[in-house]
């Protein structure tokens, strides 16, 4: 199993350019999340879902879309980059909503 | 806002020393989770303990949890340097959302 994957493992954008994250599972976990991680700030949900075409907001929605079309995939999108959005992103699965997570090995955006 | 507060935000011990780490929290858990971050990483699992449960163990590592105190301890032993990284406590609320909430962490070096 390869657990958690996700790309790419760094990124540089700038203000206004749009991209995606990917997240792809392959131990058949239901609940798939999106968090962000920040000095000082520990790890933030951004979105989470619960299953195939289920998702919901978590504690820092606001300038990222999430879709679940497949239970494998989560995708995180960044619609028009801001500088505020510089940090490393962590998705993470599990089997229920709050059992044990496995987490990816992390992306690392650059918003300039 | 943050359901768990780690405590201290950093800790600097000797090899062999024991490290002990605090969480403290706001309102009623189902469970509570300790994660470990090596630099540059992804979190990883370490142990998961219930609300009925007061002490857990996985090899050098303790758990208390204290519901009357909202409060947990890790506690690891004869510690090494690999042991050096951040750790998070991860709480979800009970009759809320299940959602887990990430401490902000203890980053804990320990030297050779």
């Known amino acids: 199993n390869a657990g958690v994957t996700q790309t790419p493992k760094f990124q540089v954008l700038k203000t206004g350019q749009s991209m995606t994250l990917q997240c792809a599972q392959d131990?058949?976990?239901?609940?798939m999340s999106w968090y962000r991680q920040d000095p000082g700030m520990g790890l933030r949900l951004i979105h989470y879902?619960?299953?195939?075409?289920?998702?919901d907001q978590g504690e820092v929605p606001n300038g990222y879309n999430v879709s679940r079309s497949t239970t494998e995939d989560f995708p995180l999108r960044l619609l028009s980059a801001a500088p505020s959005q510089t940090s490393v992103y962590f998705c993470?699965?599990?089997?229920?909503?709050?059992?044990?997570?496995?987490f990816g090995p992390g992306t690392r955006l650059t918003v300039l | 806002s943050q359901q768990g507060e780690e405590d201290p935000q950093a800790l600097s011990i000797q090899e062999g020393e024991n490290a002990t780490m605090n969480c403290s929290y706001k309102?009623?858990?189902?469970?509570l989770q300790w994660y470990r971050q090596n630099s540059g990483r992804g979190l990883v699992h370490l142990i998961l303990?219930?609300?009925?449960?007061r002490e857990k163990h996985s090899g050098r590592l303790r758990v208390t949890l204290d519901t009357s105190k909202k409060s947990s301890s890790l506690l690891i032993t004869a510690s090494r340097a690999a042991d050096t990284a951040s750790y998070f406590c991860a709480t979800d609320a009970r009759g809320g959302s299940e959602k887990l909430v990430f401490g902000k962490g203890t980053k804990l070096t320990v030297n050779p």
């Open positions: 309102t009623s858990i189902n469970n």
């Open positions: 303990i219930r609300s009925n449960e």
């Open positions: 879902s619960v299953g195939a075409g289920i998702t």
């Open positions: 131990m058949n976990h239901e609940y």
């Open positions: 993470a699965s599990s089997y229920a909503t709050a059992d044990t997570q496995y």
